[in-house]
Structures are given as C-alpha cells and as structure tokens.
C-alpha cells in the first residue's frame, strides 16, 4: 500500500498514509475509485497486490465489506446473503453469515457452497 500511495502522490495529489485499520479501507476504496477513474495501468498493478487486512471490529467490518466481495466463497454484501453461481445465472447457492463481536474479537459463521 505504502508504494501505490508513494506513487499516487508523485502522479496525481497528496493523499495521506492510513494510520489506522479503518484509514486503510478508507484509503483503499478511495485509491479503487480514482484508479478506475484514471485508467492507470501502473498503478492498477500496484493495487491488484494489496491484502486487505481483516477487520477486528463490527465498525471496521462495515466498510470492510465495501473493499472484499467475498470470504471463503461466500458472498458478504450488505444487501444481501446469496452468493450468485457464475456457472449459472438462474442457480443461486443460499449461503448464511453471521457476524458478532465478543470480548473485542470479531466472529465469522459461513455457511453455504463456495462459488
């Protein structure tokens, strides 16, 4: 992330380096946005490498979910559970997720058929 940003900064304006979890996704859906935006195929590559870190809190996991479409497989949208077969556009595979918070550590329950 430090390089694409370096990068960014040199090419275009001055973004900021995140400080903490929640900056980061910030930052990352940010930098998607204006990549896109620009076309740029330098740092489009710089990008496609990023890790997004997990989130540890149930704030963190709301705009983490902006930044990864998927975990092990299983669609987490905000509008919805089912994760579209790409094989098949008429066969859904109903997967269930939940999500909680205890003791400050952040829980994941999937169920259902990766895609």
Known sequence: MNELIKLYNNKY??????KTKTDFYYVYLFLQNKINEYDDDELRKLFEKIEVPKPTTLKELDIYRECVDY?????????????????????YSYGYHQVYEKY?????????EEN
């Open 71 to 91: 975990i092990n497989g299983i669609r987490i949208s905000k509008t919805g559970n089912k994760s579209k077969n790409t094989f098949n556009d008429f066969y």
């Open 104 to 112: 400050g550590v952040l829980y994941y329950y999937l169920e259902g």
């Open 13 to 18: 304006s001055k973004i900021e380096y995140p």
